[in-house]
């Protein structure tokens, strides 16, 4: 199927605080078909003095996130389950960055310094797949 990504704006309520999170997915239409509902995604509201914001991915169900995103020298793969994640890299174009296994209940940090700038995906050993932004 085709690979795509979702990008938004949107003003802040008054009301939320530096440091809380609002969990959202979407649902997306194309012409008269079922609509596709995107993953879960929680975004920070973080002090923006000079930072960007981060975006967390979610597979519901499989527990796994990733974070910073978008990340610029280093993310981190937290496994929330009590499975072995076995999880492979992918650039853009199809490329196999790395391979890895995420022991349970437990993160591995990747460094990025030296991936060019764009998007990525993490596939997980069950075919679900997350986004990654690299800055």
Do not use: C
Not at 55 to 65: A, D, F, K, L, Q
Not at 75 to 80: A, D, G, L, S, V
């Amino acid at each position: 199927g085709s690979k795509g990504y979702l990008v938004f704006d949107a003003k802040l309520f008054k009301s939320l605080n530096i440091g809380d999170s609002i969990m959202n997915n979407a649902h997306i239409y194309f012409d008269y078909n079922t609509p596709i509902r995107t993953n879960f995604a929680v975004i920070n509201r973080v002090d923006n003095s000079g930072g960007n914001s981060s975006v967390e991915s979610i597979i519901p169900g499989t527990n796994i996130s990733i974070y910073p995103n978008p990340a610029s020298t280093f993310f981190t793969i937290e496994n929330k389950n009590k499975d072995i994640q076995f999880l492979s890299l992918y650039s853009i174009t199809g490329q196999i960055i790395s391979e890895m296994k995420v022991e349970a209940l437990s993160s591995k940090s990747i460094n990025t310094e030296d991936w060019a700038k764009g998007l990525y995906f993490v596939v997980t050993d069950k075919g679900e797949t997350l986004k990654l932004i690299k800055e």
